[in-house]
């Protein structure tokens, strides 16, 4: 029985991906050292790197969907040399810090100042 870490990352992957039949089966074809296994490793990785890829996507996606934002915004696209906005506040906001000791933010402005465009790139 060889314990190839590849073959580990393989099975973590699987079982992160909630796929434990699958895991079981690798930790078996590992237990064997199946020759036709060990050529498969590099593959089974890139294709599980793949997958994992896709349904970060695709739960990203969803999440926005049902937020109902309502349109995409990030930082990128937001003027802060024509805002009054204090640019600095507004990242320190953005890394979420306030969110883990329970604060909350109140964005307050007149109409055009962007609270609405920051808010949504906040998330």
Do not use: W
């Not at 040399?81 to 640019?87: G, P, Q």
């Amino acid at each position: 029985m060889r314990h190839d870490p590849a073959s580990g990352a393989i099975v973590v992957m699987l079982r992160s991906l909630k796929m434990h039949g699958m895991a079981q089966a690798v930790t078996d074809l590992m237990e064997q050292g199946s020759p036709a296994f060990e050529a498969a490793i590099p593959i089974l990785s890139q294709l599980l790197k793949a997958e994992t890829a896709e349904r970060e996507v695709r739960s990203v996606a969803y999440q926005l969907k049902i937020a109902r934002f309502p349109v995409y915004r990030d930082l990128a696209g937001f003027d802060f040399t024509s805002s009054e906005v204090n640019e600095a506040l507004v990242r320190q906001l953005h890394r979420c810090d306030f969110i883990d000791i329970a604060d909350n933010i109140v964005l307050v402005g007149g109409p055009g100042t962007g609270k609405s465009h920051v808010a949504t790139a906040l998330g």
